[in-house]
């Protein structure tokens, strides 16, 4: 049974520009969430999705998207970016629309923005 | 008020001692509780979860919670240098928001041997 895993793991982008995150699931989970981390801090929900559709959605601006794709793999998009959007994106999976138990986090992807 | 709050740290213990870490959370309506362990520059990773008042234990470590007075705790016995590692308390939502998980900060532990 393979985990969570996240690419790329470290990544350097320019304000304003454009990146995406990607994230496959742990095998049989259907869902997966995206949290977002800035330093010395605890995650931040950003959004989730369950069957490729998005259920939830956290306290952040629409320059952040998500897909979910048929294989419950998924991308986080982040448009126009800013030099808060620095921090470590975490991509967690679980089953059954998440209310099952805790989720298992992704080894996460450094995002840094200059 | 935060949603989740957790004792300012860092908390520093010899090791073989009892780290004991704690929690409050302000949606009462909360059903379960997580604690993971995360390591510098890593991923957290699950350690316990409860559902129950009372305690929960696994091997050194116990979880309690205490939902009429909303609160929930970690305690780590026989600490080793191993168990130095910022520790995160999270909690499911309730109703409409139970699909995520509040994060605390995060209490700092350093075991020294």
């Known amino acids: 049974e393979t985990g969570v895993t996240q690419s790329p793991t470290h990544l350097i982008k320019t304000r304003g520009q454009q990146v995406t995150l990607r994230c496959s699931s742990q095998?049989?989970?259907?869902?997966v969430s995206w949290y977002q981390q800035a330093l010395g801090q605890g995650p931040q929900f950003i959004f989730q999705?369950?069957?490729?559709?998005?259920?939830g959605r956290g306290n952040f601006p629409p320059r952040f998207s998500g897909l979910q794709f048929p294989n419950y793999s998924s991308e986080l998009n982040v448009n126009a970016l800013e030099l808060d959007d620095s921090a470590l994106y975490l991509c967690?999976?679980?089953?059954?629309?998440?209310?099952?138990?805790?989720?298992?986090f992704g080894s996460g992807t450094r995002l840094t923005v200059v | 008020q935060k949603e989740v709050e957790q004792n300012s740290g860092p908390l520093s213990v010899p090791e073989g001692a009892i780290a004991s870490l704690n929690c409050t959370y302000s949606?009462?309506?909360?059903?379960?509780f997580f604690w993971y362990r995360q390591y510098s520059g890593k991923s957290p990773e699950l350690i316990m979860f409860?559902?129950?008042?009372g305690d929960k234990e696994d091997g050194r470590f116990t979880a309690q919670l205490n939902k009429a007075s909303q609160y929930v705790s970690l305690l780590i016995r026989d600490s080793q240098p191993s168990d130095s590692a910022t520790y995160l308390c999270?909690?499911?939502?309730?109703?409409?928001?139970?699909?995520?998980?509040?994060f605390g900060k995060g209490t700092l532990l350093t075991v020294n041997p």
């Open positions: 967690a999976s679980s089953s059954g629309g998440g209310r099952n138990y805790g989720y298992t």
């Open positions: 095998s049989g989970h259907n869902t």
């Open positions: 999705y369950y069957r490729e559709e998005e259920n």
């Open positions: 949606d009462r309506g909360s059903q379960s």
């Open positions: 409860i559902y129950s008042n």
């Open positions: 999270a909690v499911r939502g309730s109703g409409g928001s139970n699909y995520k998980l509040t």
